[in-house]
């Protein structure tokens, strides 16, 4: 079991959210901490997985990537094997950048980037229309952001 969280500690997580790409003596600076108890604290949370990787945001639009969809999908028949095989699909779809399983009229939400509507299309006739798994999909199309983070709330 992992052991409660401190002050020093929730720092360190805040701080890492922010920005990850910190060296060890600015993150040290930052929580008002030496180095090297920095460095031992950060390897403990990413050992006990708190921190599970550390990632760069990329922008979608520079990417040609800027068209975003959230597909609500309802499998044909809501079984064991049927979610699996779905799920196993949607883990090589490269569109798909994130998948949850929900409650409700639908089975799963999937967040979803293309190059444009005729891109996202393709990939809905292509790919998951091959799927037979799949009983049927509603897409809801995003029109502008207005929040995005990846910051959890702690503490």
């Known amino acids: 079991m992992t052991e409660q969280l401190d002050a020093i500690d929730i720092a360190i997580l805040r701080t890492l959210q ?10 040290a ?9 920095v460095f031992e ?14 990632v760069a945001v990329l922008d979608a639009e520079k ?11 309802k499998l044909n028949q809501l ?3 049927n979610a699996n095989r779905f799920m196993e699909a ?9 998948c949850y ?7 799963f939400l999937l967040k979803i980037h293309a190059a444009s509507m005729k891109a996202y299309q393709s990939f809905v006739l292509r ?13 809801s199309f995003v029109m502008g952001e207005v929040k995005n983070t990846y910051a959890i709330p702690i503490g």
């Open 41 to 54: 604290r950060v390897k403990r949370l990413e050992s006990q997985g708190y921190i599970r990787r550390y």
């Open 79 to 81: 079984s064991f094997e």
């Open 127 to 139: 790919i998951l229309g091959e799927l037979e798994c799949i009983g049927s999909l509603h897409s």
């Open 63 to 73: 990417l040609d990537r800027g068209f975003m969809a959230f597909c609500y999908i």
């Open 90 to 98: 949607v883990n090589h779809m490269d569109e798909v950048v994130e």
């Open 101 to 107: 399983n929900i409650s409700g009229e639908y089975d």
């Open 18 to 27: 922010q920005d990850a790409s910190l060296t060890n003596k600015e993150l």
């Open 29 to 37: 600076a930052r929580v008002h901490l030496s180095p090297t108890p």
